[in-house]
T-cell receptor
């Protein structure tokens, strides 16, 4: 059974750095074609893809947020970490992590339940 | 980036009825890399359809996808009570991948 779960602070202040951790089980991030990504959804708005890291450490970022995002993986812990710098109230959103299998559906086929992050002073 | 426009914004139907949801892209979606997700409160989105018309593992056959180019459709043949949720389309053929704003399927 594949599961993913997001963890991190529920509240951050403007200008601070957000660090979110995705802890997963049921698959390995050393398997060819597998990746883990982050997607967010501000209240009342559409889902927005942020970043993705693949088994071979290839990293992809949303161009408009590239300067603020870093995604890393720790295969020994089955974790993927996203950091987002210079947080703003507009970054208030539900943040999801999800698995991608390039040799399967080619898109996110398993998702965590998400966690809501509020940016406020 | 490709903008996906979903219609209608809200669809009010009764169990047993047929639902037809639309997703229109601002430019052609590469190789029909178009997916549909179901999203319920407190859960992560659930992949229903990928490659425009392929059902994901475990998805009932009342869900079907069709379309190509810029126009795509998700059809639910006979609505079950558990089908009432928000549905999103996503294109993953062009970077950055993008999602539509969603269609809320509510009980009439």
């Amino acid at each position: 059974q594949i599961t993913l779960k997001e963890s991190g602070p529920a509240l951050v202040k403007p200008t601070q750095t957000l660090t979110l951790t995705c802890t997963f089980s049921g698959f390995s991030l050393t398997t060819s074609g597998v990746g883990v990504g982050w997607i967010r959804q501000p209240p009342g708005k559409a889902l927005e893809w942020l970043a993705l890291i693949y088994w071979d450490d290839d990293q992809r970022y949303r161009p408009s947020l590239r300067s603020r995002l870093t995604i890393t993986k720790d295969t020994s812990k089955n974790q993927v970490v996203l950091t987002m710098t210079n947080m703003d109230p507009a970054d208030t959103a539900s943040y999801f992590c999800a698995r991608k299998d390039s040799f399967g559906p080619g898109t996110f086929d398993h998702w965590g339940q998400g966690m809501f992050v509020t940016v406020s002073s | 980036e490709i903008v996906l426009t979903q219609s209608p914004g809200t669809l009010s139907l009764s169990p047993g009825e047929r639902a037809t949801l639309s997703c229109r892209a601002s430019q052609s979606v590469s190789s029909s890399f178009l997916a549909w997700f179901q999203h319920k409160p407190g859960q992560g989105p659930r992949l229903l359809i990928y490659a425009a018309s392929t059902r994901a593992t475990g998805i009932p056959d009342r869900f079907s996808g069709s379309g190509s180019g810029t126009d795509f459709t998700l059809t639910i043949s006979r609505l079950e009570p558990e089908d009432f949720a928000v549905y999103y389309c996503q294109q993953y053929g062009n970077s950055p991948q993008t999602f539509g704003q969603g269609t809320k399927l509510e009980i009439k």
